[in-house]
């Protein structure tokens, strides 16, 4: 049997153009609210397997900026390149209340496209510790409760997504925050990558990189 050819360094280059690397730059992005300047020319880059915490004072544009990068919202100017599919979990957990927290799962998977099975929704609540209370309406549960199901709600995604995180483990408990740098860990390790705002240690054994943003005021 004859050896498969070898790529030439030309052809890898052209294959590495038509399939680049996943990943996220932020390109002198400005961040607005209404007719407010939040921040101006914000770059940066990350890659598969980083994180990036997003720290800085209150009101300084963090769940802005993760909502800009989620294209929730536009940027006032700049640019943003990325290649990985983006799963945003917001500050507010987005369940309805009168669904079971199975159900919550369900229904946001279906409604992203995702392809979840009911093994594949067991297990993402078992990574959480949710799946003692993913049978009870979702207005009955405590905080901390409601935020286990939102994160769980990640492991449905795409394994080389980009989460982006908003407080992630704003009501979690010790065991809970745990769980949470579990969760981003595998992710991480799998080629995934995150971006947090948070003002708590997340997902320590993962050096990653800060980005800080400036009090506007």
């Known amino acids: 049997m004859s050896a498969a050819p070898k790529s030439s360094p030309d052809s890898s280059e052209a294959n590495s153009r038509a399939n680049p690397p996943l990943g996220l730059r932020l390109d002198g992005v400005v961040l607005a609210r209404g007719m ?11 890659s598969a397997g980083q994180i990036t915490r997003l720290r800085g ?3 300084s544009g963090k769940s802005t900026l993760l909502r800009v ?19 945003y979990i ?10 079971s927290g199975r159900d919550n ?22 990574m ?20 286990r199901l939102a994160l769980a709600r990640l492991l449905l995604g795409p394994p080389d997504a980009l989460w982006l995180l908003d407080e992630p483990n704003a009501g979690l408990d010790g065991p809970a925050s745990v ?7 595998r992710h991480l390790d799998g080629g995934g990558m995150v971006i947090a705002a948070t003002h708590l240690p997340l997902a320590p054994t993962h050096k990653g990189s800060d980005l800080v943003l400036a009090d506007p005021q």
């Open 90 to 99: 917001g500050h507010a957990d987005a369940l309805a209340s009168a669904r």
């Open 36 to 46: 407010r300047v939040l921040q101006r020319g914000l770059s940066h880059s990350m």
């Open 128 to 147: 959480m510790s949710a799946a003692g209370f993913a049978d009870i309406p979702a207005r009955q549960l405590s905080r901390g409760q409601r935020r």
């Open 179 to 185: 769980r949470l740098d579990d969760l981003i860990s």
């Open 69 to 87: 990068i989620a294209g929730r919202l536009r940027p006032a100017a700049g640019a943003i390149i990325c290649q990985a599919p983006r799963l």
């Open 105 to 126: 799962l369900s229904d946001w998977a279906r409604l992203n496209g995702f392809d979840a099975t009911p093994d594949h929704i067991a297990a993402s609540l078992q």
């Open 57 to 59: 004072p209150n009101g």
